[in-house]
């Protein structure tokens, strides 16, 4: 099945991007990006792609249909993998009508153009067809049973306004198929973490404040548990659902790696401790600070991922502790490069000669 077109949305995202450097580096698919630019949008972690003729880019918004209508009809894509997004549960709780906007209006607007291309198709391509929406854990909202797991089947109780923007567009993803034909698929995934995250995420946050010697705020009493996955491990397992996934079907991913989120910046003290000592010899544990709990806090998440290994063939390679050595010497790197880039806005245009202003 390798050597088809697969249409990435957001793919200059966090996720997208290190799911395009797979496909490029490991397929023969060739790849259509198509991408807003947003703040999160960042051409810089496409670089290594960009040269090759498998890839191009197209600066885009989902909620523009003729853009759309434009970019299937030219690329004529064999698959679609939809992972743009607005995707900071805090800023959802700021500002909710972008997610509104992007995750509803734009998933309906980027189905209703998939269909026009799809139904238009010959029978053979019709069928093979893939329309993949890369979704959340967060849909199902919290975990009561501190030994429970998300199955496919659990029912959606979404919190936010980012995992309730998410968990609409599961169901039009489905209604899609169920009502039309149109051969869709869905994946629920855990946190992801790795190398180019927004430095607004916990991770990437933790690590960057507690380098320059500022407060680590922990929501709560950080007794929040989460699923971590290496994005790398999420890319393979993303290929592999698109590949061989079923239509119709629901796939959750994760790394059935549940940590509180104090446990995870305790433990980043540790690596920065180890790896980038603070001068006075002081452990960066002290700087933990304990903030005022986000309204709607989801306690418990964890992913049951026992279908999309049985069925796939999927399961994580990096254990947790390697991921995140590897995440906390990637951004010692690029503290002063990619990190202050993305921060200060000056990374996201003017790469690869396109984007503009
Ligand atoms: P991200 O915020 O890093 O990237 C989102 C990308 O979408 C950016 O490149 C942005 O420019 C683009 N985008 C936003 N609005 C757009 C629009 N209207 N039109 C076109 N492009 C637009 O997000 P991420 O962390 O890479 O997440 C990608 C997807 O995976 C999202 O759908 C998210 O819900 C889902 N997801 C994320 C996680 C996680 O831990 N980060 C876990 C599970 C699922």
Request: aromatic residues 10%.
């Amino acid at each position: 099945m390798d050597g088809r077109n697969i249409l990435v949305t957001g793919g200059a995202g966090f996720i997208g991007s290190a799911l395009v450097r797979y496909l490029i580096r490991e397929t023969a698919e060739r790849v259509c990006v198509v991408d807003k630019l947003t703040y999160a949008g960042n051409l810089e972690s496409l670089a290594e792609v960009s040269g090759s003729d498998r890839f191009r880019f197209e600066r885009a918004d989902i909620c523009d249909r003729a853009e759309l209508d434009r970019i299937f009809s030219e690329f004529r894509p064999d698959a679609v993998m939809h992972l743009a997004a607005e995707s900071h549960v805090d800023r959802s709780i700021d500002a909710p009508g972008d997610f509104i906007r992007t995750n509803i209006v734009g998933t309906y607007t980027l189905l209703e153009a998939a269909r026009n291309y799809w139904s238009g198709l010959p029978a053979g391509a019709r069928e093979r067809f893939r329309f993949h929406h890369i979704s959340t854990d967060e849909v199902f909202g919290d975990l009561k049973d501190s030994d429970g797991f998300f199955r496919e089947d659990t029912p959606y109780m979404p919190s936010s306004p980012y995992s309730a923007s998410k968990a609409s567009s599961d169901h039009l993803v489905r209604a899609w198929f169920r009502t039309f034909g149109m051969p869709t698929l869905v994946t629920n995934c855990s946190n992801n973490y790795g190398p180019r995250q927004f430095p607004e995420k916990l991770i990437p946050l933790m690590i960057l404040s507690a380098l320059d010697d500022k407060p680590l705020p922990v929501y709560g009493d950080g007794a929040q548990v989460r699923d971590w996955l290496y994005v790398e491990d999420h890319a393979r397992a993303l290929h592999l659902a698109v590949t061989r996934g079923v239509p119709g079907e629901t796939y959750n991913i994760g790394g059935h790696n549940t940590k509180s989120n104090l446990q995870v910046v305790h433990t980043l003290c540790g690596l920065l401790d180890e790896l980038s000592p603070r001068r006075d010899g002081r452990s960066r544990r002290e700087q933990v600070v304990f903030v005022a709990d986000r309204p709607g806090h989801d306690l418990r998440y964890a992913i049951d991922a026992a279908k999309i290994q049985r069925e796939l063939g999927w399961t994580p390679r990096e254990s947790f502790e390697s991921g995140l050595r590897k995440t906390v010497e990637w951004y010692l790197a690029e503290r002063a490069g990619w990190c202050r880039r993305v921060l200060d806005g000056s990374c996201r245009l003017e790469r690869l000669g396109l984007g503009g202003g």
